[in-house]
């Protein structure tokens, strides 16, 4: 069988889970054939680690700008997206326009305009884009489906869903890109998309309708002068006011976050290290959303990024009766250590309340590896050889699409105060 071959465009903390597997489990269904990234640093440490840490072959660089001669070169079957979101649209759309096929991390974009624009790319091309939503190959997601599935609580009518990010893996995403809602679209775009696909997943529906509210609540300066803080830093290497504050993240404590980003500074000024209690922050720390769906089941969804512990808490009710979960996850700085740790569970407990009957605890094998065990499954799926699956995991552009439009009519509904109604936002073909 001849291998499929691959390029990838952006190069920093995501990238490496995806040409890790290609270097390490994939090499005889798989080929890497180039970087592509508006850094030339961080493209020259990627090829670093893949040949001392993966002894794979160094490949070949191409500036951002570069783009379009890459593809000309390397004639790739595929290209992987991991770069800023604001830029998942550039790359999607204009390989689905040289003829490759798109491997994507979530969220697909991050506002109405583009994802229109992928819908329209994709519909004139003929071409396929995937959306690597690992948390729907979690054995534990699996088995919530699966009990749905099976009617064991009949209809599906509401939805309570609570995340919690705790103060390492919450706070790191003011620290970076992701604090510019023009990059990320907020955390109801950029992390939110995982958990309102899986709602989609779960109950085989579309929403419908969304209402929102956000603030930024505990992050920002504004905030910590509240709580009477003095000491104030633009960013934590090097700064002596970033001495013993728990929400600092010196770079050059950590060899990887400075190969990465503290030697890649000079190349486009990117700063890994801004202080959460800075200026400039425009996304939200506390949320809450309300969404109606096609099928007129509701969910009530709750999002805090400063909390003492990491993981969610949902549950289903429906006509014949309730499932609990409960899922207690590994904090973790993106890139700051092993992969296999980043949303690594700790503990998971699904209860099944059936409305006459006595309750019992829903039994399931748990996953090894990062996100509940669903990437390495998620990875096999892509560059492996996939094996028949009877609940439909891999998820396309419309999926991609349904999940990021929760949150974007969520931040649509955060500016105007206003019920916001999904299908007025995209046109689907």
């Not at 699966?146 to 009518?157: F, H, K, N, Q, R």
């Not at 390492?168 to 995982?194: C, E, I, M, P």
């Not at 969304?210 to 002068?225: K, S, T």
């Not at 890994?272 to 800075?278: A, E, I, K, L």
Request: some cysteine; hydrophobic content about 35%; overall charge negative.
């Amino acid at each position: 069988m001849a291998k499929k071959t691959y390029v990838q465009v952006g190069a920093g903390g995501r990238a490496e889970f995806f040409y890790s597997a290609i270097a390490n489990s994939y090499r005889e269904t798989s080929e890497l054939l180039a970087f592509c990234d508006i850094n030339q640093t961080r493209m020259d440490y990627a090829n670093k680690l893949l040949q001392e840490k993966y002894d794979y072959p160094a490949v070949r660089t191409y500036k951002s700008n570069e783009f379009d001669r890459m593809i000309e070169t390397e004639k790739p079957d595929a290209v992987i997206v991991t770069s800023v979101d604001r830029t998942h649209h550039t790359y999607i759309i204009r390989a689905l326009e040289l003829g490759c096929d798109v491997i994507t991390e979530k969220p697909m974009t991050v506002d109405e305009e583009k994802c229109q624009e992928i819908l329209d790319a994709v519909e004139r091309t003929g071409r396929s884009v995937r959306v690597t939503f690992n948390y729907r190959y979690a054995p534990h997601h699996t088995k919530a489906r699966e009990l749905i599935a099976s009617g064991v609580i009949g209809d599906v009518t509401s939805i309570h869903f609570e995340w919690l990010l705790n103060t390492q893996h919450g706070a790191d995403y003011f620290r970076r890109w992701h604090r510019d809602k023009r990059n990320s679209g907020g955390l109801l775009v950029h992390k939110s998309t995982h958990h309102f696909d899986l709602v989609n997943f779960w109950i085989g529906s579309q929403p419908d309708t969304v209402f929102a509210m956000g603030d930024l609540l505990f992050y920002g300066r504004e905030n910590a002068e509240k709580r009477g803080v003095t000491k104030f830093y633009e960013r934590a290497t090097g700064n002596p006011n970033a001495a013993g504050d728990p929400f600092a993240l010196p770079l050059d404590d950590n060899p990887h976050l400075k190969a990465m980003y503290l030697d890649a500074e000079p190349e486009d000024g990117y700063r890994r290290d801004q202080s959460v209690f800075g200026d400039g922050i425009s996304i939200e720390d506390t949320m809450s959303v309300l969404v109606k769906y096609k099928n007129k089941a509701q969910l009530t969804y709750s999002l805090n990024a400063y909390l003492p512990w990491e993981g969610y808490q949902i549950a289903f009710n429906g006509t014949k009766g309730r499932i609990e979960m409960k899922i207690v996850e590994q904090s973790y700085v993106n890139s700051g250590g092993d992969k296999a740790l980043e949303g690594a569970v700790q503990g998971v407990t699904i209860l099944v309340f059936p409305m006459f009957g006595e309750p019992y605890k829903a039994e399931f094998e748990m996953g090894e590896g990062g996100h509940g065990g669903g990437d390495p499954v998620l990875l096999n799926d892509i560059f492996g050889v996939p094996v028949e699956d009877e609940f439909h995991r891999a998820a396309n552009h419309v999926d991609g699409a349904r999940s990021i439009l929760t949150g974007i009519a969520a931040n649509k509904s955060i500016r105007t105060g206003q019920a916001v109604k999904v299908d007025e936002l995209v046109k689907f073909y």
